[in-house]
């Protein structure tokens, strides 16, 4: 939970926290360590203070004495006050001695002296009542007294401070040692406590810099290349890193649709052009077949043209029809083959052919037509109605009587298509055959005719292989071929 | 690749964490010893102690003999038991102050009873006098303060001491076979008191035989006087041809100052020592022979005494004044055998 807390917070943030966490230990521990060492400080000062104690002790006492003598030499007022003043300050001092009987040599020391220090005040004070009264004998008798318990305590004091400078200069000595080994000690909790922060330091700076880290390296990955192979970086926090960890990812999967969109742009573009390739071979194919089989159309044009015009100088109508059927029929072949036309167009170019043919074979072959006219703006690729009525007049018919060969073209509507039929009553298509070309199986040559392979070829390219085609047949009973054309790929 | 990267790191970072805590707990532990380190200093400064109800004062003609320091322990462990403290007044300070400067702190710093070893000064008498009027007080040990209004008297016996010296000085004629002997007794001119009394006693033990005793003054007065005096007297008797068969000692450093004496002079088998005290010197002198006999003080009777007075003086107000503690008498009989601090038993 914190740790997530401390991931989710922000960089400048995080490195505030880590130098204020480890600044704040190294302060704790200095604070601490100052204190206790100014605690051992104040003892080591402390060590010689009852000297000092003891040697105000013995001030007060000689002034008590000086005014003491003063008063008793010269009954001075000033003597006085500094007697009374000096007291007064010695019963503060006195309170710092011990008065209790011990077995500590000083201790029982300070006692004999704050016992004597007592007796003498006690003495003092009864000279000065007698120098009041005036009673000579016995103020000298009290101050000889009193003179004597001040050497007494003069010597004690001298004693116990010797004794107690030996002992404090002991503890000094003791303290001082002690001391070095609290510094040595406190420059060990000192290093310990540095070592800590800096790994610390490590630790925290680490966690804020290892993403930035990853995410560099991805950025090295994908700038050599093939960023398709790099994946996306894990987020652990919800700091900047993070924010850009994540846009680096969102960046990183639109790099790598984006690729995607073109590769399969590319091989649409070069399925399109693989199509189209094949459309113009097709188209080149069965025109190479029309100027094989037959002269060439513009001279052929002109010659039709000039027999026309000398068959209409000579009157002979008929002869003029026929041959401008033929030379429309061959003038549809040369314009129209690279192009779609209207159903109507190829209607026409049926019907030229057919008059053509009844001429040549004299009325035998009987043509019908059966057309949804509302169809006939329909486009559809051009030449592929009359090769498949060549088909059925050349392969259906042929082995009929002379009259009895008939052949329908049928135009109509059905399910949202354009269906346009040939059929005929010839002796029909064996079931052999009408398989195979289906399955594109029979090359031209053995088929019947240029027509269908061709026409089935460039209507699945053109109408992208879907089922347009259709070929049916008995045995003696006739082929039904069948194209039929979506309306909505017709451009009608 | 990336993963194990991560798990790496995650490792790292858990050890350096482990590390940090362990530095943490580390740093803990050490602030928590350094704080009783700190602590510790002070208690450097303060040294036990214990606190007594009552302080006696013991106050000796010589502090610095051994007979002074022997009684002076035993007064202070058999005090402890019985919860008094004995201190020995003007002990330890840089100045030496006489007797009756001694006597004059005890009294000034108010102690609850005083241990003294007496003398017959008008100025020791006084000092009593002036402690009994403090409501301290006094009893005289070894030696009494017999004008002074002192409290009670722990006596050694000396009358006892001179008869024993006498009984040994005879049993050596009878050792030597020769019909005279002659002995010298060295006084300290100190105590008038004691050493008299044993004197006195000597000589009327010595009354009307063949044992001549002649008595030398000893001059204690500063420390190194005693052995000088005692060589200055052997090479005066020695020039007058005229050693002494016996040289009776009447104290610790006397004793040990002749034994000195005569090994220098090369005087041993010539003459012997009567001696006082149980030293080690004087017990070893006694294996060699150069010592033929020497008389150990009852310390912890003197001891038990002393205490016992004082504390029911304390108590009740009432005891008795007179007590006598006995003397324990070592020759090559029993030196062997004799152990200086187990004579509480004995006594």
Same mark, same amino acid.
């Given at each position: 939970?914190?740790?997530?807390?401390?991931?989710?917070?922000?960089?400048?943030?995080?490195?505030?926290?880590?130098?204020?966490?480890?600044?704040?230990?190294?302060?704790?521990?200095?604070?601490?360590?100052?204190?206790?060492?100014?605690?051992?400080?104040?003892?080591?000062?402390?060590?010689?203070?009852?000297?000092?104690?003891?040697?105000?002790?013995?001030?007060?006492l000689n002034?008590?004495?000086?005014?003491?003598?003063?008063?008793?030499?010269?009954k001075?007022?000033?003597?006085?006050?500094?007697?009374?003043?000096?007291?007064?300050?010695?019963?503060?001092?006195?309170?710092?001695?011990?008065?209790?009987?011990?077995? &500590?040599?000083?201790?029982?020391?300070?006692? +004999?002296?704050?016992?004597m220090?007592? *007796?003498? $005040?006690? =003495?003092?004070? #009864?000279?000065?009542?007698?120098?009041?009264?005036?009673?000579?004998?016995?103020?000298?008798?009290?101050?000889?007294?009193?003179?004597?318990?001040?050497?007494?305590?003069?010597?004690?004091?001298?004693?116990?401070?010797?004794?107690?400078?030996?002992?404090?200069?002991?503890?000094?000595?003791?303290?001082?040692?002690?001391?070095?080994?609290?510094?040595?000690?406190?420059?060990?909790?000192?290093?310990?406590?540095?070592?800590?922060?800096?790994?610390?330091?490590?630790?925290?700076?680490?966690?804020?810099?290892?993403?930035?880290?990853?995410?560099?390296?991805?950025?090295?990955?994908?700038?050599?290349?093939?960023?398709?192979?790099?994946?996306?970086?894990?987020?652990?926090?919800?700091?900047?890193v993070?924010?850009?960890?994540?846009?680096? &990812?969102?960046?990183?999967?639109?790099?790598? +649709?984006?690729?995607?969109?073109?590769? *399969?742009? $590319?091989? =649409?573009?070069? #399925?399109?052009?693989?199509?189209?390739?094949?459309?113009?071979?097709?188209?080149?194919?069965?025109?190479?077949?029309?100027?094989?089989?037959?002269?060439?159309?513009?001279?052929?044009?002109?010659?039709?043209?000039?027999?026309?015009?000398?068959?209409?100088?000579?009157?002979?109508?008929?002869?003029?029809?026929?041959?401008?059927?033929?030379?429309?029929?061959?003038?549809?072949?040369v314009?129209?083959?690279?192009?779609?036309?209207?159903?109507?167009?190829?209607?026409?170019?049926?019907?030229?052919?057919?008059?053509?043919?009844?001429?040549?074979?004299?009325?035998?072959?009987?043509?019908?037509?059966?057309?949804?006219?509302?169809?006939?703006?329909?486009?559809?690729?051009?030449?592929?109605?009359?090769?498949?009525?060549?088909?059925?007049i050349?392969?259906?018919?042929?082995?009929?009587?002379?009259?009895?060969?008939?052949?329908?073209?049928?135009?109509?509507?059905?399910?949202?298509?354009?269906?346009?039929?040939?059929?005929?009553?010839?002796?029909?298509?064996?079931?052999?055959?009408?398989?195979?070309?289906?399955?594109?199986?029979?090359?031209?040559?053995e088929?019947?005719?240029?027509g269908?392979?061709?026409?089935?070829?460039?209507?699945?390219?053109?109408?992208?292989?879907?089922?347009?085609?259709?070929?049916?047949?008995?045995?003696?009973?006739?082929?039904?071929?069948?194209?039929?054309?979506?309306?909505?790929?017709?451009?009608? | 690749?990336?993963?194990?990267?991560?798990?790496?790191?995650?490792?790292?970072?858990?050890?350096?964490?482990?590390?940090?805590?362990?530095?943490?707990?580390?740093?803990?532990?050490?602030?928590?010893?350094?704080?009783?380190?700190?602590?510790?200093?002070?208690?450097?400064?303060?040294?036990?102690?214990?606190?007594?109800?009552?302080?006696?004062?013991?106050?000796?003609?010589?502090?610095?003999s051994?007979?002074?320091?022997?009684?002076?322990?035993?007064?202070?462990?058999?005090a402890?038991?019985?919860?008094?403290?004995?201190?020995?007044?003007?002990?330890?300070?840089?100045?030496?102050?006489?007797?009756?400067?001694?006597?004059?702190?005890?009294?000034?710093?108010?102690?609850?009873?005083?241990?003294?070893?007496?003398?017959?000064?008008?100025?020791?008498?006084?000092?009593?006098?002036?402690?009994?009027d403090?409501?301290?007080?006094?009893?005289?040990?070894?030696s009494?303060?017999?004008?002074?209004?002192?409290?009670?008297?722990?006596?050694?016996?000396?009358?006892d001491l001179?008869?024993?010296?006498?009984?040994?000085?005879?049993?050596?004629?009878?050792?030597?076979?020769?019909?005279?002997?002659?002995?010298?007794?060295?006084?300290?001119?100190?105590?008038?008191?004691?050493?008299?009394?044993?004197?006195?006693?000597?000589?009327?033990?010595?009354?009307?035989?063949?044992?001549?005793?002649?008595?030398?003054?000893?001059?204690?007065?500063?420390?190194?006087?005693?052995?000088?005096?005692?060589?200055?007297?052997?090479?005066?008797?020695?020039?007058?041809?005229?050693?002494?068969?016996?040289?009776?000692?009447?104290?610790?450093?006397?004793?040990?100052?002749?034994?000195?004496?005569?090994?220098?002079?090369?005087?041993?088998?010539?003459?012997?020592?009567?001696?006082?005290?149980?030293?080690?010197?004087?017990?070893?002198?006694?294996e060699?022979?150069?010592?033929?006999?020497?008389?150990?003080?009852?310390?912890?009777?003197?001891?038990?005494?002393?205490?016992?007075?004082?504390?029911e003086?304390?108590?009740?107000?009432?005891?008795?004044?007179?007590?006598?503690?006995g003397?324990?008498?070592?020759?090559?009989?029993?030196?062997?055998?004799?152990?200086?601090?187990?004579?509480?038993?004995?006594?």
């Open positions: 939970m914190k740790a997530s807390f401390f991931a989710n917070m922000k960089i400048s943030r995080k490195l505030v926290a880590v130098f204020l966490a480890t600044s704040l230990i190294a302060m704790g521990v200095n604070i601490f360590i100052y204190f206790n060492l100014n605690q051992a400080l104040d003892k080591i000062n402390s060590v010689f203070a009852s000297n000092i104690s003891l040697n105000e002790l013995s001030d007060t002034k008590i004495h000086t005014g003491l003598t003063g008063y008793l030499e010269t001075g007022t000033d003597d006085l006050e500094l007697y009374y003043a000096s007291e007064q300050r010695m019963h503060m001092q006195m309170r710092s001695l011990n008065s209790s009987v011990s077995d &500590n040599g000083v201790r029982l020391a300070e006692r +004999d002296m704050y016992n220090l007592e *007796t003498y $005040l006690k =003495t003092a004070d #009864e000279a000065v009542l007698a120098k009041r009264g005036r009673n000579i004998d016995e103020y000298i008798e009290k101050y000889n007294e009193c003179s004597r318990i001040k050497d007494y305590l003069n010597t004690y004091i001298y004693s116990v401070n010797n004794e107690q400078f030996k002992t404090n200069s002991e503890n000094y000595m003791a303290l001082i040692n002690s001391l070095r080994y609290t510094e040595i000690m406190s420059v060990l909790i000192f290093a310990v406590a540095s070592v800590m922060n800096v790994l610390l330091i490590i630790i925290l700076t680490s966690t804020i810099t290892r993403p930035l880290t990853r995410l560099s390296a991805k950025a090295d990955e994908i700038s050599q290349g093939s960023p398709e192979n790099v994946e996306p970086l894990e987020v652990y926090s919800e700091d900047e993070g924010k850009v960890t994540r846009a680096f &990812n969102e960046m990183l999967a639109s790099i790598k +649709d984006y690729i995607a969109r073109i590769r *399969t742009q $590319l091989i =649409t573009q070069s #399925e399109m052009k693989e199509k189209n390739l094949l459309m113009e071979t097709h188209l080149k194919d069965a025109q190479l077949k029309y100027l094989q089989s037959q002269i060439n159309p513009h001279f052929l044009f002109n010659t039709l043209n000039a027999g026309a015009q000398l068959a209409m100088m000579e009157g002979a109508d008929r002869t003029v029809e026929y041959i401008r059927n033929m030379a429309d029929f061959f003038r549809y072949n314009k129209k083959s690279s192009e779609t036309v209207k159903l109507s167009e190829e209607i026409e170019l049926v019907d030229s052919y057919m008059y053509i043919l009844n001429v040549r074979y004299a009325g035998e072959i009987l043509f019908e037509k059966d057309i949804d006219e509302s169809l006939l703006g329909v486009m559809v690729p051009s030449m592929i109605i009359q090769p498949l009525v060549e088909n059925s050349k392969y259906g018919i042929k082995d009929l009587e002379p009259g009895e060969g008939k052949v329908t073209l049928s135009v109509y509507r059905e399910d949202k298509m354009c269906c346009i039929r040939v059929s005929d009553n010839g002796i029909g298509t064996d079931e052999e055959i009408i398989e195979k070309i289906m399955n594109h199986e029979k090359k031209p040559s088929t019947r005719g240029v269908i392979t061709n026409v089935m070829s460039r209507l699945d390219l053109y109408y992208n292989n879907k089922e347009v085609f259709e070929m049916k047949s008995r045995k003696n009973e006739g082929t039904h071929v069948t194209i039929k054309i979506p309306l909505e790929d017709a451009n009608v | 690749m990336e993963k194990m990267r991560v798990s790496r790191n995650r490792i790292m970072v858990t050890i350096l964490a482990g590390i940090v805590l362990v530095l943490f707990f580390a740093t803990v532990a050490g602030l928590i010893y350094y704080r009783g380190m700190i602590r510790s200093l002070g208690k450097v400064q303060e040294e036990a102690s214990v606190v007594y109800p009552r302080l006696y004062a013991y106050i000796a003609e010589d502090p610095d051994q007979l002074s320091k022997r009684i002076y322990k035993e007064i202070t462990e058999y402890q038991e019985n919860g008094c403290y004995v201190e020995m007044t003007g002990q330890n300070l840089t100045k030496t102050y006489s007797k009756a400067d001694r006597i004059n702190i005890a009294i000034s710093s108010k102690v609850d009873g005083i241990i003294l070893e007496g003398d017959n000064s008008e100025e020791t008498s006084a000092l009593c006098k002036k402690a009994m403090n409501g301290i007080p006094v009893v005289t040990v070894m009494d303060c017999e004008e002074s209004s002192r409290t009670s008297f722990v006596n050694l016996n000396n009358v001179g008869k024993e010296y006498g009984r040994q000085l005879a049993k050596l004629r009878g050792e030597k076979g020769t019909i005279s002997l002659k002995a010298v007794i060295l006084l300290d001119n100190d105590t008038k008191n004691s050493d008299d009394t044993v004197y006195r006693s000597i000589m009327a033990y010595l009354n009307g035989s063949t044992i001549s005793l002649s008595s030398y003054t000893v001059d204690t007065s500063t420390p190194f006087a005693t052995e000088e005096n005692i060589m200055k007297k052997l090479d005066e008797l020695d020039r007058q041809n005229n050693i002494p068969d016996v040289i009776i000692c009447l104290n610790d450093r006397t004793t040990e100052s002749t034994i000195q004496c005569i090994v220098e002079k090369n005087l041993v088998g010539k003459t012997t020592v009567l001696g006082y005290y149980d030293s080690e010197p004087i017990l070893k002198s006694i060699k022979g150069s010592v033929y006999a020497t008389f150990a003080v009852e310390a912890n009777t003197i001891a038990k005494q002393c205490i016992n007075t004082l504390n003086y304390n108590d009740t107000g009432n005891v008795s004044n007179y007590m006598t503690a003397f324990i008498k070592i020759d090559k009989t029993n030196v062997a055998t004799y152990d200086p601090e187990g004579d509480r038993n004995e006594g």
